[in-house]
């Protein structure tokens, strides 16, 4: 039973990977928040599904688009295949702990926790950013009010920290160095992250991540969630600033040249800090002609999103 | 956007979804194959699949009885399962069952399905007796027009064939 559900998973994960690209590819640009919700569901919908499967539920053998019992007997039963695959899910959960565990202990490492502020002035620009949120219609969601928060550091940082009381944080040295319509461009960035399920839906993503950690389609969907969080963020926070160009500039001044990427050591240590810098130029890149696009939009209407994910149920529920 | 690009995305995902839905129904089949559904018979028990097997054996067995079994039967899939009929040599149709699976039960047991189809054990029609018993954890049925003493020394004796 618990190679049918590997299987099962592993065929989940690949199909939703093969579909979403599809989709992506023959209906572009797709809207950021649809990308981003098809993406989480991509990652929660298979560990569910596993679970309906335990509790009886799912469609028969022969109603099946993918019989993972029977690929699953065809594994078990060709020795060269079993070889492959244990190597395969194998160095996914080395991939898996080596892209969690390595930046954690570095960060700790290196940062330490620098000193935190209730800034006023900061304040009130999130109080104008959130009065148009809400002057946009945007529906903020309730519970504990927003706080900024000032870090005492000269790096560049810009995020919404906490779960449960969820503040906007912004470091000194990016004080420095943005004008006030960019710093409003950026507050409104974190302030559309709150907006569409802050950290409490990174944890959630993250955890139905861990739990198919033998699986590298979620790791790389989970990769694509994070970039297409920020885009969603981008789209958001333009749609009701109405200034994509002034978020566009701030993307670029948080990750410019000055970003220390640590670049001392010898040749090799230069090279990787300098490919780095590029990955995360290109990343940028990606989302500064995504805010641009003349065709960008944020969200998609309701019933585009129900048909989205009743499609990508269908297809998931019928591989049994 | 007008209307019509975006119907046009629309349409294009809609076949998309369809067409990587049909192809990945179209490998399955293609590569794994259709199991053959329902009961198959084989020649003997040595051909039973390895997925439906232990299969059970009678340590004794009335001397009138003949083995190996008559007629060999099997099923693989969701409800994996055998049969084995004995008869009386030189007879027609096998006079004991041996076997297990989940209904319904081979037509070749004819009248004797009924005694293991029906939770009531007293529907067994006559001539015929059921009895049941575990072998290896799995529930093994015996039905037999036998007299039921000689029913519960078979279902005594079974053991996983090897």
């Known amino acids: 039973m618990a190679l049918v559900l590997l299987v099962a998973n592993l065929l989940h994960g690949a199909v939703s990977l093969v579909w979403m690209l599809g989709v992506s590819r023959l209906a572009k640009p797709l809207p950021a928040e649809l990308w981003m919700h098809l993406l989480g569901l991509t990652l929660v919908l298979p560990p569910l599904l596993a679970l309906a499967r335990l509790l009886g539920a799912g469609v028969g053998a022969e109603a099946s688009l993918v019989r993972a019992d029977l690929w699953a007997a065809w594994i078990a039963a060709e020795p060269a295949v079993t070889v492959a695959g244990l190597v395969l899910v194998g160095g996914t959960l080395i991939a898996f702990l080596v892209q969690e565990v390595r930046p954690l202990l570095a960060r700790r490492r290196r940062h330490g926790r620098p000193p935190r502020r209730r800034d006023p002035a900061l304040e009130r620009v999130l109080q104008d950013v959130l009065d148009r949120f ?3 219609g945007v529906r903020l969601p309730p519970g504990h009010r927003l706080r900024a928060i000032r870090l005492d550091t000269d790096e560049r940082i810009a995020a919404l920290e906490g779960i449960v009381e969820p503040a906007v944080v912004i470091s000194r040295g990016l004080l420095d160095v943005l004008e006030d319509r960019e710093l409003e461009a950026i507050i409104a960035h974190e302030v559309a992250h709150h907006v569409q399920g802050g950290n409490r839906r990174m944890v959630i993503a993250w955890i139905a991540r861990a739990v198919q950690a033998l699986n590298p389609a979620a790791l790389v969907i989970f990769r694509m969630l994070v970039e297409a969080r920020e885009v969603a963020a981008d789209a958001l926070a333009a749609s009701v600033t109405g200034k994509p160009a002034t978020l566009a500039s701030v993307l670029l001044a948080l990750h410019g040249p000055r970003r220390d990427y640590g670049g001392r050591g010898g040749p090799v240590a230069r090279a990787r800090h300098e490919v780095l810098r590029r990955a995360e130029r290109a990343g940028v890149r990606l989302r500064v002609e995504t805010l641009l696009h003349p065709d960008a939009r944020p969200t998609a209407p309701a019933p585009i999103t129900i048909l989205a994910t009743l499609s990508l149920l269908g297809l998931l529920w019928g591989i049994g | 956007m007008s209307r019509a690009a975006a119907a046009r995305r629309l349409l294009l995902a809609a076949l998309w979804t369809a067409a990587l839905a049909a192809s990945l129904y179209g490998l399955d089949r293609f590569l794994l194959g259709t199991p053959a559904r329902g009961w198959q018979r084989a020649a003997d ?8 097997r232990p299969v059970a054996a009678p340590a004794y067995l009335p001397e009138r009885l003949g083995w190996p079994p008559d007629a060999v039967l099997y099923r693989v899939g969701e409800s994996p399962g055998w049969w084995l009929g004995a008869g009386v040599t030189g007879g027609s149709d096998p006079d004991l069952w041996i076997g297990r699976g989940a209904p319904p039960a081979p037509e070749a047991l004819g009248d004797a399905r009924a005694c293991v189809e029906g939770a009531d054990p ?41």
């Open chain 1, 134 to 136: 809400r002057a946009a």
């Open chain 2, 45 to 52: 028990p040595d051909q039973i699949p390895a997925e439906v």
């Open chain 2, 122 to 162: 007293e529907r067994c029609p006559e001539p015929w007796h059921h009895l049941s018993g575990r072998v290896e954890g799995e529930v093994v049925h015996v039905v037999g027009r036998l007299d039921p003493g000689e029913l519960r020394r078979i279902l005594a004796g079974l053991h996983p064939r090897e």
